[in-house]
């Protein structure tokens, strides 16, 4: 049985870039990775919010497009728009962004070993039974399960993750009708929690989304009628995307012996928007640092602090957006139109435009409720409802 220091069990961006931080430290890092091709298929909308650049390395290489602005559209096209003078996010090339991060990873020290899935994990001896051609065991001192949504290093002490279902089209229109800097978002009491996007990648393609608690073929359905609105006419679909997003309730356990998890494993996901890559990526840098001193000093407890300071760093944030996850399920579509039109009343654009941030919402809630916008712009009963949900 070969035996390491690390074990990342998955090559998505998240786990490459754990497994950079830790070869860097000079440890023996291998990654397990059950696909062929890392990157493929595309499962992820590829706008990432602008704290990227602060958490990890983005080449210009891999930006699409820069994002200024986004218009919110209400179900009756009430139209909110929101805007910044500097980049608010980037539109990414996933697939090649996500191969550049495992390349760094190697080019670290760390190894990668593509087909490799892993059957099962012994979170007290940090041992994977392994099936690629043959079945095999490895074993090492830290097992970090970087597996995605379904994965089965948290099945081995979590119960089954819950799910929101995703779809996406790329989409192609022919002409000239886009306008690449500003990304539109649609939100309808039918899909709350979740919401439809449309993030240009050129001035005639697109990707188009949503995330509901619905079926693939619900989803579908939304997405062609969203496709039948005249900014699409004659859209020409080329590929089609489907994926899960784990929800953050119940939350889970991302530490069981010498066994960790991160990114979606470990449904470090933001509530709001089903986005993971940026806490993702801080939660690699505060893991590695955790492994490193835990693996120096020879003493597997140290394991202990990562979820403490993954909690420390996030349950606040991750609390409020689930509020405001809630709220917005508890909202129909009458709602939904009047709070858009109070909201523009009251000047919210301004004040989203200055205050929001794509990863850190807690910001701009709290600045609208302490300029007491939030309550004033809906009916007394459905504050109320909402105000029991904020308690």
Not at 130 to 146: F, Q, R, W
Not at 180 to 190: K, P
Not at 271 to 295: R, Y
Not at 338 to 346: A, G
Request: charged share 25%; glycine share 6%.
């Amino acid at each position: 049985m070969k035996n390491y220091d690390v074990a990342v069990v998955g090559a998505g961006p998240v786990g490459s870039t754990f497994a950079r931080y830790i070869a860097e430290d000079g440890y023996n890092v291998v990654i397990l990775e059950k696909k062929r091709k890392i990157g493929v298929p595309l499962q992820c909308a590829g706008l990432l919010g602008k704290k990227i650049k602060k958490v990890n390395i983005l080449p210009e290489d891999y930006i699409i497009n820069p994002v200024y602005g986004a218009y919110i559209h209400s179900p009756g096209e009430r139209v909110l728009r929101v805007a910044k003078k500097e980049p608010e996010a980037y539109v990414l090339d996933r697939v090649g962004y996500d191969k550049f991060l495992a390349d760094l990873a190697v080019d670290s020290g760390a190894q990668i070993l593509l087909n490799h899935r892993v059957q099962a994990v012994d979170t007290i001896k940090g041992e994977l039974t392994l099936k690629n051609s043959e079945s095999t065991k490895i074993c090492a001192d830290v097992v970090v399960g970087a597996d995605g949504h379904s994965s089965i290093v948290s099945n081995a002490f979590n119960r089954p993750t819950e799910f929101f279902q995703a779809a996406q089209y790329l989409v192609d229109v022919g002409e000239k009708r886009f306008q690449e800097d500003h990304v539109h978002l649609y939100v309808d009491s039918s899909i709350s929690p979740g919401f439809l996007w449309f993030i240009p990648l050129s001035k005639s393609k697109a990707r188009v989304g949503l995330f509901a608690d619905s079926n693939y073929q619900q989803l579908n359905l939304n997405l062609e009628e969203l496709l039948k609105r005249d900014v699409f006419r004659g859209a020409t679909v080329l590929k089609k995307y489907y994926g899960l997003i784990p929800k953050q309730e119940p939350p889970k356990k991302v530490l069981k012996d010498r066994v960790l998890l991160l990114g979606d494993a470990a449904s470090q996901i933001k509530p709001t928007t089903g986005g993971g890559l940026i806490m993702g990526f801080s939660c690699a840098k505060i893991a590695s640092k955790v492994v490193s001193k835990a693996l120096q000093n020879e003493e597997i407890n140290i394991l202990q602090n990562y979820p403490k300071e993954y909690h420390k760093k996030f349950k606040n944030e991750i609390k409020i957006q689930l509020r405001i996850q809630k709220i917005f399920k508890s909202l129909n579509n009458n709602d939904l139109d009047y709070m858009f039109q109070k909201l523009k009343e009251e000047g919210a654009e301004d004040i989203i435009s200055q205050y929001g941030d794509m990863d850190t919402q807690s910001t701009l809630v709290k600045e609208l409720l302490k300029r007491k916008i939030l309550f004033s712009i809906l009916p007394n009963i459905l504050s109320r409802r909402i105000a029991n949900l904020w308690k």
